[in-house]
């Protein structure tokens, strides 16, 4: 199965709480943190739901 690299671009501060939790449980704390994560359809929607504070790839 593929991977995805999802990199926190800026910060979370003044974001919303909802989407604080979300970058918490991407794993992601401070801008500039990168995480591998399986390609499935709950992950692209949690960095979906946070893609003006995320970038996501696809890792072979």
């Known amino acids: 199965m593929s991977k995805i ?3 926190l671009k800026k910060s979370g501060v ?3 709480p ?9 794993g992601l704390r401070r801008p500039g ?3 591998m994560k399986e390609d ?3 992950i ?5 739901a946070v893609r003006h504070l995320v970038i ?5």
Do not use: Y
Request: no cysteine.
């Open 18 to 26: 909802k989407h604080r939790e979300t970058l918490r449980s991407l």
């Open 44 to 48: 692209r929607g949690m960095a979906n």
């Open 5 to 7: 690299k999802v990199t």
């Open 56 to 60: 996501m790839e696809e890792v072979d």
């Open 33 to 35: 943190d990168s995480v």
């Open 40 to 42: 499935r359809p709950e």
């Open 14 to 16: 003044n974001a919303k």
